[in-house]
């Protein structure tokens, strides 16, 4: 009778001891092909073992392909020399570790806000209020594809207040990010379209058109914005844009090139507009800009937004303004997903809008950026580079252009920076395609910048940027 010794198995499990004994004598031929393995409960008994414990091990190695089974026969040894040998577990590889992220003194290219502004107390005691005032079953049950209607209400409201926007709740569509709804709406508008960007532009976009498998024109811009005659030629039938901040130029696209493009887009049927109004809320002097939305009277606008941007990036909610006849395609041929933003989350963010908490705290924020930045503009302005720089656009959001007098390369003056320990970015490395790339114009980020750390900052860009 064929037995194994349970003695000093350690940690093992009695069944992982017999399966591998067993193994180990197929692999090594003491077991030959076609033997007849003991039933169940006379190899039990002959070990000293439980039942189970032998029906585990047989169990196991007849799913790896040791044994075979016959009905009312028992358990038989496989012929391996047939076939290929049972795979053997590879080695236990470790992952290969991701590169640690560098840390700088100060970074002016990342998108980050201001950790201590947060108001984490009205948020924890909002959330605490939903957990415990909402009905159960509203907060676990699963999402409309277009968000909670308390959520969609508080933003309707939110942008007839703030932006001036006269929107039905049902024609919003709340997501987790941008990123997620850009491919929401390539699914609704189709893949064969065409997809005009600004050039430059905000990389990433083109990035995420491209993965979806949509053909990108990248459209130069003048002092107004895409060049109109530009984007004709170009074929394509739909246009992202940011009208409101142009990043990284931070243009303005005032309202006579606006209507060149509502013109554009009424001249097809398949001609919409994609309007990011990202970064919108932190116009620090005027009024905000209106929409192009707001002035749209053909339904050929789509309005994109986030929050990422006003109260943190981890949040990642954002959403869609669709035009009244998109906004039965979408749940047409969309409804069914999911949505893709917790209940809980959803909840709490409306109540933060609707009871007065999310504009309070924009009025902070920009009283905590302008002060931000007018502190390091004065530094700048006390610095070697004083009348070496040349500052524009810095009313219109969270960063500003540096144009720099110097006989260095952008290519030398980054390498100088990052041993400097400070992250810089210029305007020339936003072009795709572009004809004119505006060399030594920096895209000056300051919404990380840390108030304690500009002096220091501003020391360190002098010895990066000057010769």
């Known amino acids: 009778m064929l037995t194994y010794s349970f003695e000093n198995i350690e940690s093992e499990s009695m069944y992982e001891h017999l399966y591998r004994c067993i193994k180990q004598d197929i692999l090594q031929k003491k077991l030959k092909s076609g033997e007849k393995l003991p039933s169940k409960r006379t190899f ?81 005691k909002l959330l605490r209020d939903v957990t415990a005032g909402e009905d159960e079953t509203a907060l676990l049950t699963d999402t409309s594809a277009g968000g909670i209607l308390k959520l969609r209400q508080a933003i309707s409201d939110h942008l ?33 379209r065409g997809y005009a960007v600004e050039d430059p532009g905000y990389l990433r976009l083109s990035k995420i058109y491209e993965k979806n498998d949509v053909t990108v024109h990248h459209i130069p811009m003048d002092a107004s914005g895409i060049i109109p005659e530009r984007l004709e030629e170009s074929g394509a ?23 060149e493009f509502l013109s554009w887009a009424s001249k097809g049927e398949n001609r919409y507009i994609i309007e990011d109004d990202y970064d919108c809320e932190f116009r620090l002097s005027g009024r905000p800009i209106p929409t192009l939305q707001s002035i749209d009277v053909m339904e050929k606008v789509i309005y994109i937004n986030t929050f990422s941007k006003s109260l943190a990036p981890a949040f990642r909610i954002s959403y869609l303004v669709l035009p009244k006849h998109l906004v039965t395609r979408f749940y047409e041929t969309l409804g ?34 302008r002060a931000l930045r007018d502190r390091f503009l004065a530094e700048l302005h006390r610095s070697p580079l004083a009348h070496k720089v040349r500052i524009s656009e810095e009313n219109a959001g969270l960063h500003f252009l540096m144009q720099v007098d110097t006989p260095r390369t952008d290519e030398e003056i980054l390498q100088a920076a990052e041993e400097e320990g400070i992250r810089l ?30 002096p220091e900052a501003v020391d360190r860009l002098c010895r990066a940027v000057l010769a």
């Open 44 to 124: 039990a008994k002959n070990l000293g073992v439980s039942t189970i414990t032998v029906e585990s091990a047989y169990a196991q190695l007849v799913a790896e392909g040791y044994l075979y089974t016959l009905p009312k026969r028992g358990y038989y040894v496989c012929d391996l020399e047939k076939g290929e040998e049972p795979v053997q577990p590879r080695p236990r590889r470790e992952l290969p570790k991701q590169p640690p992220k560098r840390e700088y003194w100060a970074d002016f290219v990342g998108s980050s806000v201001a950790r201590d502004m947060f108001p984490f107390s009205i948020w924890v």
């Open 160 to 192: 007839y207040q703030f932006r001036g926007m006269s929107i039905d709740p049902e024609q919003i569509v709340v997501g987790a990010g941008t990123e997620y709804l850009y491919s929401v709406i390539i699914q609704l508008l189709g893949r064969s």
């Open 237 to 259: 039938e739909i246009l992202h844009i940011t009208p409101s901040h142009h990043f990284p130029t931070g243009i303005v696209m005032p309202v006579s090139r606006r209507y």
């Open 336 to 369: 069914f997903y999911s949505g893709t933003v917790s209940c809980l989350e959803q909840m709490t963010l409306a109540r933060f809008l609707s009871e007065g908490y999310f504009e309070k705290h924009i009025n902070r924020m920009r009283n905590h950026y």
């Open 425 to 454: 970015s210029f305007v020339s490395q936003y072009y795709m395609k572009g004809e004119s790339r505006h060399p030594h114009v920096l895209v000056m980020n300051y919404s990380g910048l840390e108030a304690e750390k500009i």
